[in-house]
Nanobody, 122 residues
């Protein structure tokens, strides 16, 4: 059974950093595009960062220059390095996998993790 498991969330002060990890199992995701989404209380789930199977990265404007998505196909894993965190980054962060290239919409993604909470205090 395919599974994505996120880890690395937590509580951090504004300006701090966190590194999220997503471990995949049940299938090889090296040929999938991978993405990180986030959902704040009372808001819709939004795309934050994506990486194609070839390693091309893309981000929403609000995280450009602060977040970096990467992948290690040998470990079947994807990461999100988050620097200069802001209170507005507070959300549950989800890892997802898509066969569609440069996927941004939640409906583009086929597999999802359960999420990890990131809380940024001011």
């Amino acid at each position: 059974q395919e599974q994505l498991v996120e880890s690395g969330g937590g509580l951090v002060q504004a300006g701090g950093s966190l590194r999220l990890s997503c471990a995949a199992s049940g299938r090889t995701f090296s040929s999938y595009g991978m993405g990180w989404f986030r959902q704040a209380p009372g808001k819709e789930r939004e795309f934050a960062a994506g990486i194609t199977w070839l390693g091309t990265t893309y981000y929403i404007d609000s995280v450009k220059g602060r977040f970096t998505i990467s992948r290690d196909n040998a470990k079947n894993a994807v990461y999100l390095q988050m620097n200069s965190l802001k209170p507005d980054d507070t959300a549950v962060y989800y890892c997802a996998a898509a066969t569609r290239r440069l996927a941004r919409a939640p409906s583009d993604y086929d597999y999802w993790g359960q999420g990890t909470q990131v809380t940024v205090s001011s």
